[in-house]
């Protein structure tokens, strides 16, 4: 089954299987850039209406494959994917229902912003949020 890619082209589809690639890169990119440690943060993809792809449980996000990702209704029952599904993807789910224009979430836990959330200190505004 092919999908829309997110630039909206409906004439450029890209497979599943493309896109749960994609994401696993995107995961080994957040794991390199020292943007989560261990198994933290999660990230998602709508592929459509009521299916969400999703990042598993206990998995580091540099260590990814294809296969580990999960499939899930908007209501959180998974229905795909051999490992068990994020904990936190009703979280996800939350914007994917309240935002139908989005089409994918990454939530990370930087050390950095979670140092400074622990200390009580504002994110300094002159940089990027990277």
């Avoid at 829309?4 to 890169?25: A, F, Q, Y």
Wanted: hydrophobic share 30%; proline share 5%; with cysteine.
């Amino acid at each position: 089954m092919a999908y829309t890619s997110t630039n909206g082209n409906t004439g450029n589809r890209v497979s599943e299987w493309k896109i749960k690639d994609l994401m696993c890169d995107i995961g080994r990119r957040i794991w390199l850039k020292g943007f989560c440690a261990g198994n933290e943060g999660n990230h998602s993809y709508r592929l459509g209406e009521n299916r969400i792809l999703c990042t598993p449980t206990g998995v580091s996000k540099g260590n990814l494959k294809p296969d580990d990702l999960c499939l899930v209704d908007l209501e959180g029952k998974q229905v795909g994917g051999k490992r068990r599904r994020t904990s936190e993807i009703l979280l996800h789910l939350a914007i994917y229902k309240n935002r139908p224009d989005v089409k994918a979430v990454i939530h990370s836990h930087p050390p950095h912003a979670t140092a400074f959330a622990v200390a009580g200190v504002d994110l300094p505004t002159c940089i990027h949020p990277e």
